[in-house]
């Protein structure tokens, strides 16, 4: 008989989280990855395009990969060669790098964004076939604490990697320090996902067989969220809260237009961040079973960190302003996704997930309207505020949501 809740797989799933974070790190939007789009490009057009290609190839599949999903009984098999295609995607971004480099900048941000775009397009698949997972090893009650120890775990990982990533980039010069930043991420994402891929995974109960085309699936698909008023709210809600990404991406420009930026400060941003999310979820997400006000509190810490960079000018101030990223980051990641697995039923579980992540994904579209606004002569206070306005009709919705739970 299986069992639910088994502490191999609670373990397998924190390793996963754990050699995840520590590759990732290395292009966290809100630090890293700006700055090397920068140093191959001056527009922040362009940092604000690359950002959202580290997740808009998402958009696009979601509702394919549930289209398929839905009738399978188990998804490891196929989330196995997720991991493989997503792995090839992030060591080539390091490749091109090393082998192209300043030579060519337009081909190596080239080669850059097709990396970035087929890592989130291939994510598109992984997400739907991730939560269904989850929903199917982790119960109701302990799914939240598995999701706070993966984030505890991933943050861990994320200081550590902030601070080999402060002594590469101050050891060797851009841009050969990307690139050996990638591609030595991509082996330690390799073991990450060698590890997830040998969980174990019970077969599904309740499917639906698949529809005849999928243009039917999608027009199906459509009339199960018209008629789930909940579902619509909730969409609104997260794709409202995704709005802090107008700001982040251009959060460590401003930083360096008011200092200059070395390596180890650069490192040391990142593991603030990253210690803000232990402490988030050691001592409170972890303790919040309710998803609803789990959101709503993580929107209103993401408001307070820019009200601080707003008037952010030294070092301490900006160090506040990525300790609360860390705190509101992991209370974002939790709560949007149990809040779809609660009130999705099972058979239609990959349908709910597949239409809240992809309707919300059009969230990561943010940092181009953000660049875009930066490029025609807008300040970043400007911005700021556009942002803090956004997050503050998130927060009311949020407060809407259990009315129609």
Not at 343 to 372: C, D, H, M, W
Request: proline share 3%.
């Amino acid at each position: 008989m299986y069992k639910i809740d088994n502490p191999k797989n609670n373990y397998k799933n924190i390793s996963h989280a754990f050699f995840l974070a520590l590759a990732i790190t290395i292009a966290e939007p809100s630090t890293i990855l700006p700055l090397i789009i920068h140093h191959f490009s001056q527009s922040v057009m362009i940092v604000g395009l690359f950002v959202s290609l580290l997740r808009v190839g998402a958009i696009v599949i979601q509702l394919y990969a549930a289209f398929h999903a839905q009738e399978y009984k188990r998804v490891l098999p196929y989330l196995r060669k997720v991991f493989f295609f997503r792995f090839l995607s992030w060591f080539s971004i390091g490749a091109s790098i090393y082998f192209i480099g300043d030579s060519n900048k337009s081909l190596t941000l080239f080669f850059i964004g097709l990396g970035l775009f087929f890592f989130s397009f291939t994510a598109g698949f992984g997400a739907i076939y991730f939560k269904e997972l989850q929903a199917k090893i982790f119960s109701k009650n302990y799914r939240g604490t598995a999701m706070a120890n993966r984030q505890v775990a991933g943050s861990i990982a994320s200081i550590a990697s902030g601070v080999v990533a402060g002594y590469v980039l101050e050891k060797f010069q851009a841009p050969l320090s990307y690139a050996y930043l990638f591609m030595v991420s991509g082996v330690i994402m390799g073991i990450g996902f060698f590890i997830f891929a040998t969980v174990d995974e019970p077969p599904k109960e309740k499917t639906l067989t698949k529809e005849k085309s999928f243009k039917l699936f999608v027009k199906n698909s459509f009339a199960t969220l018209k008629s789930d008023k909940r579902l619509q709210v909730q969409i609104i809600t997260i794709f409202l809260s995704f709005s802090y990404l107008l700001s982040m991406p251009f959060v460590i420009l401003n930083a360096n237009s008011s200092f200059k930026l070395n390596g180890w400060m650069l490192g040391g941003f990142i593991t603030i961040q990253m210690l803000g999310s232990i402490i988030g979820s050691t001592f409170l997400w972890r303790k919040i079973k309710d998803y609803e006000k789990m959101l709503s509190l993580s929107i209103t810490l993401m408001i307070v960190a820019f009200l601080i960079a707003f008037f952010a000018t030294n070092i301490y101030t900006y160090g506040l302003v990525f300790l609360l990223f860390g705190f509101a980051l992991d209370g974002f990641s939790n709560s949007n996704m149990n809040l779809v697995i609660e009130i999705a039923p099972e058979e239609k579980r990959p349908i709910y997930t597949a239409l809240q992540t992809n309707l919300t994904s059009f969230g990561y579209l943010f940092p181009i309207l953000g660049g875009v606004i930066l490029n025609f002569g807008a300040n970043f206070h400007l911005v700021y505020i556009m942002t803090i306005t956004l997050l503050l009709v998130a927060l009311w919705f949020s407060r809407r949501l259990k009315l129609y739970g």
